[in-house]
């Protein structure tokens, strides 16, 4: 059975940082497209960022491009989220989320913001980020 398992959230002042971990069990680590979504109260769930796992290509929403870095550790089976220079308006439920095995690299940069694409989903880990 698969397990997505966040950790790393929390509560932290405009221009912080914060560092999420999406920890994957009984699921295949391979060429597997990984994402990090986020909900805001009275919002839609919206995607921040991808990570194509076969390659490494990465893929990021504009409000968050040159702020957020997501990463792997292979041996690990583990997805992160550097979250740097963090803003009021990053306050969110954050959820990870995991793709099937053997993606379509080509697909990535057009769908990784669809919420079809991915298989399985984390609980959520909470950041506040307050002014």
């Known amino acids: 059975q698969v397990q997505l398992v966040e950790s790393g959230g929390g509560s932290v002042q405009a221009g912080g940082s914060l560092r999420l971990s999406c920890a994957a069990s009984?699921?295949?680590?391979?060429?597997?497209?990984m994402a990090w979504f986020r909900q805001a109260p009275g919002k839609e769930r919206e995607g921040v960022a991808a990570l194509y796992t076969g390659g490494g290509s990465t893929y990021y929403a504009d409000s968050v491009q040159g702020r957020f870095t997501i990463s792997q550790d292979n041996a690990k089976n583990t997805v992160y989220l550097q979250m740097n220079s963090l803003k009021p308006e990053d306050t969110a439920m954050y959820y990870c989320?995991?793709?099937?095995?053997?993606?379509?690299?080509?697909?990535?940069?057009?769908?990784?913001?669809?919420?079809?694409?991915?298989?399985?989903w984390g609980q959520g880990t909470q950041v506040t980020v307050s002014s």
């Open positions: 009984g699921y295949t680590w391979r060429s597997n497209l």
């Open positions: 989320a995991a793709g099937g095995s053997s993606y379509n690299p080509y697909l990535a940069r057009s769908f990784w913001r669809q919420e079809f694409e991915y298989n399985y």
